[in-house]
């Protein structure tokens, strides 16, 4: 990955699908999590997803010129639905189209296991955008009958049966076809492999590598110290055995989506909150419009200095998860406002990103003497879109090319309406009933858990990322394959470490000295246990965040065993997690702090490989069957996802927008429906 934005991201949805809070508001004067309430965040449960609704408060507390820039910001967010689609897997805009057409049609019973499979088949696309798992990125099978289908499409109405439903058909039930939307099994190519629409068929891994580097290394020829971020916003096409890029932009590939995000786009100049605003959104025109790069550069600095309006947005082709290549941005857009309150806490972390630098338990010789404090905030989310929905990141960390961070600076931001919402709608699920030592544990977690995990996630954005430095001479990835876990490595045990820290304390972010262990058993139970939840049996841990997690819990154990620190204890048949020493886990995390930024400060690559290898990956298949078979007594869903609230003007007679009114009572299928209509960009 050439990013690290969004890296935590990823991460704390997972922690935040793994360990579901009880909120308890006694304690936590410093968030803007709402108190309990009769509002209903749970939406929807199919296969292993849960849907959740999300709350935006303080919407009212806008004045109506910037609710009237988030509601056509939103609008610009939700036109990009369809980009997205195509891009993931270039049948999926036809496939949702026929599933919803069937779905709207069935006259039949309704109770029929192949109907309610049928249902639960369209679920999962959605929430997917395509036909492929969000997250695994395996084609889904289809529990329903293949007759059930073709009966179904034989019922259409005259006319709306594609022509090439003998295609789709296949492409749906067949387990071969397009089984794999990004695949990165080494030793194959990635790109004939992966089924997503970034390149034309027919094209190879090698000839995409030879066609960018040849403009990258132009660029080095040239001493271009501002590279822009080659290939971001194109497909790739052949013709005559000669690539090209379709450009995503106005007149190019997919105007007509790109036409009715600018179109909503201009309407928000007219209520931009100052001319830096109005300059970011007009610079994101203009790139939409030619599809210039250096445009979106431009826009890109513009963006992370605009630091003074209330009201901010992405929206555009950003992270390139979804390219196996690492060159193809996914199209997104969330649009937010700031949340002054909180962000009072990462502001605090911000302006004392110097002390906290000078005082870790890190060599002196690896750290900065001049940490830049990232600008960071507390958002309060207004619409999720694109890559963003229904699965979202909590946290987002941009713009994400290299020398823009370097020269200008990045904006952090944490959104606190949706981590309020994973938690509230934990409530009551007995995850931690079932998985939490004792009861003095569980008041801690009760207590405290929901502060100290935002607090963490701070911590390791606004400076876990920007600590520390590489030594004269070290490439940036030297660590390879291993960079992302020891990176998220790094953050979380600056965020352990200094959670402990009565520094805390004195600038005003943690009003108890005990609180912080509230975090630190969660973090060993995650780490060690709960997290297991998600890796079938069997099977390694792969991804990054949960491989960092497992590496410090585990490393910890081990070398606190001697002095007991950290105990497996069993009750009942069952493994409970019990720390004996709060104060001695720290010393620890400080001591791993200390190693992993050596490693990552002299590229020490079999050091990090090592460190994987004996902690990171292999799972121990007893206590891994346990955790499984615990947990699916709890019913509980391994991704979660929102459906976004729903904003409607309010006009006076003149035509004139008077208010913009929020509502939340729109369901999953009503919602997933109504954009399909309504904002069916690409046809
Ligand atoms: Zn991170």
């Not at 004067?29 to 997803?49: E, G, K, L």
Request: charged letters at 25%; aromatic letters at 10%.
């Amino acid at each position: 990955m050439h990013t690290i934005s969004r890296l935590l991201t990823t991460g704390a949805i997972a922690l935040a699908a793994v360990l579901p809070i009880q909120m308890s508001m006694s304690s936590c004067s410093n968030t803007n999590a709402a108190p309990a309430d009769d509002f209903n965040y749970q939406v929807d449960r199919f296969a292993d997803i849960e849907v959740l609704r999300y709350k935006v408060p303080d919407f009212d507390s806008l004045s109506l010129q910037q609710k009237c820039l988030v509601y056509y910001l939103t609008e610009a967010a939700l036109w990009g639905r369809d980009i997205l689609w195509d891009q993931n897997y270039r049948h999926n805009l036809a496939i949702r189209d026929l599933l919803e057409n069937i779905y709207q049609n069935y006259s039949g019973d309704r109770n029929s296991a192949d109907y309610k499979n049928f249902e639960k088949y369209l679920k999962q696309v959605w929430f997917a955008n395509g036909i492929h798992h969000h997250y695994s990125n395996d084609k889904f099978t289809p529990a329903f009958s293949r007759e059930f289908f073709n009966e179904q499409v034989a019922a259409l109405p005259e006319g709306t049966v594609p022509e090439n439903i003998a295609e789709l058909t296949e492409v749906i039930f067949s387990p071969t076809l397009a089984a794999k939307k990004v695949n990165l099994a080494a030793g194959q190519d990635l790109v004939v492999t992966s089924c997503n629409n970034f390149y034309a068929d027919g094209i190879t891994q090698a000839e995409v590598e030879s066609f960018y580097d040849r403009m990258k290394n132009a660029a080095i020829a040239a001493n271009d110290s501002t590279p822009i971020s080659y290939g971001l916003n194109s497909r790739i096409e052949k013709r005559d055995g000669k690539l090209y890029e379709q450009t995503y932009k106005i007149g190019g590939l997919y105007s007509d989506a790109i036409e009715e995000i600018v179109r909503n786009l201009r309407k928000a100049t007219k209520y931009a909150e100052n001319p830096q605003q109005l300059e970011v959104i007009e610079t994101l025109i203009d790139y939409y419009t030619t599809g210039d790069l250096r445009t979106y550069d431009d826009y890109s600095i513009k963006w992370a200095k605009d630091t003074l309006s209330q009201v901010d947005f992405i929206n555009g082709f950003i992270e390139t998860y979804g390219d196996p290549v690492d060159l193809k941005g996914s199209w997104e857009s969330i649009v937010n406002f700031k949340d002054f309150e909180a962000s009072k806490r990462t502001e605090a972390l911000s302006s004392n990103a110097q002390w906290f630098e000078d005082n870790s338990p890190v060599n002196p010789l690896y750290k900065k003497d001049n940490v830049k404090g990232v600008s960071a905030k507390v958002i309060t989310a207004a619409i999720l879109a694109g890559d963003s929905y229904p699965a979202t990141p909590i946290g987002i960390n941009l713009p994400n090319s290299r020398w823009i961070r370097r020269d200008h600076g990045s904006k952090s931001v944490t959104l606190a309406n949706i981590t309020n919402a994973y938690e509230m709608a934990a409530k009551g699920s007995g995850f931690n009933e079932e998985f939490v030592i004792d009861e003095e544990t569980l008041n801690l977690i009760n207590n405290y858990l929901a502060y100290t995990d935002e607090l963490h996630t701070d911590l390791h954005e606004c400076l876990g990322h920007a600590s520390g430095r590489l030594l004269p001479g070290v490439a940036e990835d030297a660590l390879r394959a291993h960079g992302s876990a020891i990176e998220e490595t790094r953050a979380d045990l600056f965020a352990l470490y200094y959670l402990a820290d009565p520094k805390m304390i004195e600038i005003g972010l943690i009003d108890n000295p005990e609180a912080y262990k509230a975090e630190y058993y969660k973090y060993i139970l995650n780490g060690m246990m709960t997290q297991l939840m998600r890796i079938e049996p069997g099977k390694d841990i792969e991804e990054a965040h949960m491989r960092n997690r497992k590496l410090i819990a585990e490393w910890v154990y081990e070398h606190g065993k001697a002095d007991n620190v950290i105990e497996l204890v069993k009750k009942d048949g069952k493994t409970f997690i019990k720390i004996n020493d709060y104060e001695a886990l720290r010393g620890l995390f400080g001591q791993l702090l200390a190693e992993i930024q050596r490693i990552c400060s002299t590229g020490d690559y079999d050091a990090a490989c090592n460190l994987i290898e004996t902690y990171a990956v292999k799972v121990d298949p007893e206590l891994h069957n346990e955790v499984l078979e615990r947990s699916k007594k709890l019913n509980m869903a391994e991704y979660k996802g929102f459906v976004n609230p729903v904003y409607t003007p309010v006009f006076d007679d003149k035509n004139n927008i008077t208010d913009i009114k929020v509502s939340y009572d729109e369901g999953y299928i009503d919602q997933m429906l109504r954009y399909g209509k309504q904002y069916h960009g690409l046809k």
